[in-house]
């Protein structure tokens, strides 16, 4: 059993002693439940339907419902008549009261150690009466162990075994004490680690913890997944075993890749089983289109290998992990949506399903997808793609990726990306020019590079703008022609030309090109005014000297021609799309 699994039972036995008596009888299990709280919730169910129930703390990591005490011959015959009427599992048997810890059922009441009479056929009785005097409600009662002497906690100590001890320490680093290796090994970063929590949890600072400690321990860390409900659920449509937290997700409907599990209850968690038949390159894909998907949020770390991916992204809202493999020709992986803040129980959860998580045979039926008046360019498999906050154009400057475009583009943003999802950062700004550079974060070749034309063009001579009108619904750069109708702004401004075109939003940052395919300039944002409206046709951009300029103090060097050419429409169409590219802001 995994170390993470074993985090579901509690791994110390709290003995409890029976008269001689009591040797001589067993009982028989019917439950074993991982949580105080699901064995109260059963052990009432039982006792309605049967006489003599009790609840022990079983040790090594359950609570025990059992019916008892019987002599052994006894218990074996109601043992098979309740297991032919079906009022208990099959699988219920015999054991004896040798390794029983606290009792936790009835309340109140004792247990008889003596072997019971066996209950007529009617078994149904009612629920034992609580007896309320000096008693905390049943919620709050926890298994106690008896305190130990410093001496007598080493001696426990000393019984546990490497995984038990592993236990200890992964729930001390869930509780914030402890950040050394799982190992088992208690060193002196362990023993600094128990001695922070007993100090922090009122207990005298031993750095050995008691018995009773490590069950106070081990319960607060297991506390956290009540109400989850991890159930252990093998989907053969999409061939996944694997813990899932069925007490807070509802299985929706199977949409390829996906099977998807929307929340319930008061917890907005979402669950996603990725499977589909590949290879590497559309592993690859996927992992590129998963991180386009407004579940999945920016910040945060990615890590990909040839054939394994993670992807976890975090804001204000939501907290998500991602992972999948491919092997054998199949993609399969999980996506756990969690809200964010709830880090105590996102993280006990995540560590149960990394650790349960196992492949079956087959993978998700893409013929299960069923195109209805739902599809969207903007939603995968159902879900809705991330929308930048802002999305507009620029243009290639060299052959390392550097590009230009609008300093309004690219302000106020938490991230920035160009073409087809490139993280980018700002090299380079000039508020007087509204213009920006940015450089990628990694190894960028592209197809072309912008050659500035440094002579002065002629007035009313033909120029196209190339730019994503449209903020990317278009995959290339639509390409928009016009006349230069002025070398000057509407007031003069040497460093502005004015252009006869009507363009978008989205051109702003594009390049502005000659007949020959020279860039003349970059097209800036089209100004609103209170107190002034210009015609639709009228645009703007910054010419090549002011552009040069600033290239310049940013230490890039640039290609620069002075001739003038002519380049057939057609021809300047692939050069534009090989030069411009779609900035957006995140």
Not at 161 to 182: C, H, P, T
Not at 476 to 486: E, F, I, M, N, R
Not at 563 to 581: G, R
Request: proline share 6%.
């Amino acid at each position: 059993m995994s170390i993470i699994r074993a985090g579901l039972a509690l791994v110390f036995t709290l003995f409890w002693t029976f008269s001689a008596n009591a040797q001589s009888t067993v009982w028989i299990q019917v439950e074993a439940q991982p949580t105080l709280t699901s064995a109260q919730e059963r052990v009432r169910e039982y006792s309605r339907e049967h006489e003599n129930v009790a609840g022990f703390y079983l040790g090594s990591g359950w609570y025990g419902i059992l019916l008892g005490p019987y002599t052994r011959s006894d218990a074996e015959t109601l043992r098979r008549r309740l297991r032919r009427n079906s009022t208990i599992p099959n699988d219920s048997y015999i054991v004896t009261a040798r390794n029983f810890g606290q009792q936790y059922w009835p309340i109140g009441v004792g247990v008889s150690t003596t072997a019971q009479p066996l209950p007529g056929e009617n078994t149904a009785r009612a629920e034992p009466e609580i007896q309320t005097t000096q008693q905390e409600p049943i919620e709050d009662i926890a298994p106690q162990a008896p305190d130990e002497t410093l001496r007598e906690a080493r001696t426990s100590e000393r019984a546990l075994n490497r995984d038990e001890k592993k236990l200890l320490q992964v729930a001390m680093e869930w509780a914030g004490f402890y950040s050394a290796a799982i190992d088992g090994s208690f060193g002196r970063g362990t023993r600094n680690a128990m001695q922070a929590w007993q100090e922090a949890n009122n207990h005298t600072a031993t750095g050995v913890l008691t018995t009773a400690q490590r069950v106070e321990l081990i319960g607060a860390y297991n506390a956290v997944l009540d109400g989850i409900g991890l159930e252990q659920i093998a989907d053969t449509t999409t061939g996944i075993n694997m813990l899932m937290p069925m007490g807070v997700v509802d299985f929706a409907h199977y949409e390829p890749p996906f099977a998807r599990y929307k929340p319930k209850g008061d917890i907005p968690a979402q669950l996603l089983l990725i499977s589909q038949p590949g290879d590497q390159d559309r592993f690859f894909g996927l992992y590129e289109i998963l991180q386009t998907l407004e579940i999945i949020p920016v910040d945060g770390p990615r890590n990909r290998s040839a054939n394994r991916f993670e992807i976890e992204g975090q804001d204000e809202t939501q907290h998500t992990y991602v992972f999948a493999q491919l092997k054998n020709g199949e993609i399969k992986g999980y996506a756990l949506v969690w809200p964010a803040g709830d880090d105590a129980r996102r993280i006990r959860v995540l560590a149960e399903m990394k650790a349960s998580f196992a492949t079956l045979p087959g993978v998700l039926d893409p013929a299960l997808a069923v195109p209805d008046e739902t599809q969207a360019v903007d939603l995968v498999s159902g879900l809705d793609v991330r929308k930048p906050q802002k999305a507009h154009s620029g243009f290639y400057i060299d052959t390392q990726g550097s590009v230009v475009t609008t300093l309004d583009a690219v302000s106020s943003c938490q991230k920035i990306t160009i073409g087809q999802g490139y993280d980018a950062n700002i090299v380079h700004q000039d508020e007087a020019l509204g213009l920006a550079v940015l450089q990628p974060t990694q190894a960028l070749a592209p197809l072309d590079a912008a050659a500035f034309q440094t002579a002065v063009p002629r007035l009313q001579s033909r120029v196209a703008v190339a730019g994503y009108p449209y903020g990317g619904v278009l995959v290339s750069p639509t390409l928009s022609y016009g006349v230069l109708a002025d070398i000057r702004g509407l007031n003069g401004e040497d460093r502005l030309k004015r252009l006869t075109l009507k363009a978008e939003n989205g051109n702003a940052g594009g390049p502005v090109f000659d007949d020959g395919g020279a860039v003349l300039g970059m097209l800036l944002p089209r100004e609103t005014q209170e107190d002034q409206v210009l015609p639709p046709d009228v645009a703007f951009f910054l010419e090549t000297e002011e552009i040069l300029k600033a290239l310049s103090e940013a230490e890039i060097t640039v290609e620069t021609t002075d001739q003038f050419a002519f380049m057939p429409p057609e021809t300047l169409t692939l050069q534009a799309a090989d030069i411009t590219v779609l900035v957006r802001c995140w």
